[in-house]
């Protein structure tokens, strides 16, 4: 059974940084990708980054392009998203989802979900 587990979230103040870890484990193979998604109170869920185990191929939505990393370490099966330039705007729950495939624009993992890991960015 696939299980992700979600933790790195906290109080930031603007301006400043978070890793935001999920480990995953179940999977059999590496045909699979990882997705951060955020949903802050009464705003529609947002898909934030996504992964490929196999390739580290990777996407981020525009509003943390450039000030977000997401990075894989396989032998750790543990997909980090390292989020820099905080802004009030990016606190949200943050959960991780994965699915077998491969990350892309259109990767919407819909399969396995982390409980979710609450960021709070101060002003």
């Known amino acids: 059974e696939v299980q992700l587990v979600e933790s790195g979230g906290g109080l930031v103040q603007a301006g400043g940084s978070l890793r935001l870890s999920c480990a995953a484990s179940g999977f059999t193979s590496d045909i699979y990708a990882v997705a951060w998604f955020r949903q802050a109170p009464g705003k529609e869920r947002e898909r934030v980054s996504c992964?490929?185990?196999?390739?580290?191929?990777?996407y981020y939505t525009v509003s943390v392009k450039g000030r977000a990393t997401i990075s894989i370490d396989n032998a750790k099966n543990t997909v980090y998203l390292q989020l820099n330039s905080l802004k009030p705007e990016d606190t949200a729950v943050y959960h991780c989802a994965a699915d077998e495939g491969y990350c892309s624009s259109s990767y919407y993992p819909t399969g396995y979900w982390g409980q979710g890991t609450q960021v709070t960015v101060s002003s």
């Open positions: 992964i490929s185990a196999s390739d580290g191929s990777t």
